[in-house]
């Protein structure tokens, strides 16, 4: 099988990273990148074969990832299409852009609908740790969409949602997320040193709390609540920390941080 990126950045990058590490073979992926800087580091540390031109890239590919900025989601679609083997299997990362634009731009039709999986990775994959959530179209197959999944599954955990619409707040919530964490813990940095730790003691205090934290929460027999619950202490340190947050309103601005990227991911398509 051979899996071609178009667009090869940062969300790519993790990608192919997380995906020679789970041993598929960098000489059986192709990425297209535009900075020759990026083409040259992908060649040299995963072996995989480069291309300036989208088009030679997705080229007869059993698998091809559309992995460039919403932006010029339209032009590299029809840049691509002529060039796309008539059973390829298309996954879409990109934010915001639903499976009928994808469709008009890579030129398909009633009889030669073609297969569309939207997939929504996050940058943990990199490490084996993404979270994949796959959206398919009315053409794809059972066998595709086996494919997919295993092809995100080899990175993290991928699950399927039935209905695109909530690919706006799977964006919002796992797309974006790993940002969010990082700002909890650049914050927890900052307030580490303010309060008289040395910058190297600060950061890895946060960076091995939060990796805790988050191996504990893998566990989904175990509510979230009741986590915080068995670290807050009546009276204690941590029930000082959480009710000035509760008080400032916390959850309350992440609920509308977590909106407001939704409504970003819906805007996209209208920019078009
Ligand atoms: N960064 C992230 O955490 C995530 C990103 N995504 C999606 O992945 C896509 C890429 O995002 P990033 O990797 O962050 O962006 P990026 O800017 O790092 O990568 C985009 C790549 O596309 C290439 N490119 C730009 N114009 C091109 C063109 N006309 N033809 C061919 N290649 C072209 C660039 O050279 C670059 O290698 C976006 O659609 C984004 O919504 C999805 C999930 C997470
Ligand atoms: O910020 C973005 O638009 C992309 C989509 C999800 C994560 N990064």
Redesign the pocket.
Known sequence: MRIAF???????SSLIAGMVAMGIDGGRISA????PE?RELLKSCYGVDVHSS?GECAAGADVVIL????Q?AQ??CR?IAPHLSDDALILS???GIPVLNLLAWLNSSRTSARAIVRC????PASVGFGMTALYASAAVSPSQKECAYSLMSSVGRAIWVGDECQFDAVTALS?SG?AYAYLLMEAMVEAGKELGLPSQVAETLTRQTILGAAQLASDQGRALQELRRQVTSPHGTTEAAVNLLEAQGFKSLVGRAVRGAARRSAELPLEL
């Open positions: 178009v667009g090869a950045g940062n969300m790519a297209s990148a535009r900075r990026q989208a992995s460039v900025k919403p010029v032009v590299t840049e990362i990109m934010a929504m990775p996050n940058t797309g790993p």
